[in-house]
Nanobody, 125 residues
Framework: QLQVVESGGGLVQPGGSLRLSCAAS????????IGWFRQAPGKEREAVSC????????NYADSVKGRFTISRDYAKNTVNLQMNSLKPEDTAIYYC??????????????????WGQGTQVTVSS
């Protein structure tokens, strides 16, 4: 069974950058669409970004568009989320999740069957 695990979280100052990675064991990640989600304390889970198995389709929440970039590293079997110009409101636990492939990437948690444990991102001075 596919297992995914996130890494790369931490504490960063506003305006700084972090790179999150989603790695898999059991199966190649390029068989799956991958989504990044986040949940801040007291708030509902939010879809942040997603990428199809082919990498041809990506999508971003309006709140992160222009600052975050999702990408695949096929050699390392990872999906990365480069986060630049971080803001305090980006503080949350970030999760990656995997689902069966579709033609297009939609910002929704529907269909994601495999979830990681999450990595904490804190943006604070």
């Amino acid at each position: 069974q596919l297992q995914v695990v996130e890494s790369g979280g931490g504490l960063v100052q506003p305006g700084g950058s972090l790179r999150l990675s989603c790695a898999a064991s059991g199966f190649p990640l390029d068989y799956y669409d991958i989504g990044w989600f986040r949940q801040a304390p007291g708030k509902e889970r939010e879809a942040v970004s997603c990428i199809t198995s082919s990498g041809a389709s990506t999508n971003y929440a309006d709140s992160v568009k222009g600052r975050f970039t999702i990408s695949r590293d096929y050699a390392k079997n990872t999906v990365n989320l480069q986060m630049n110009s971080l803001k305090p409101e980006d503080t949350a636990i970030y999760y990656c999740a995997a689902k069966s492939p579709r033609l297009l990437c939609v910002l929704s948690a529907t269909g994601y069957d495999y979830w990681g444990q999450g990595t904490q991102v804190t943006v604070s001075s």
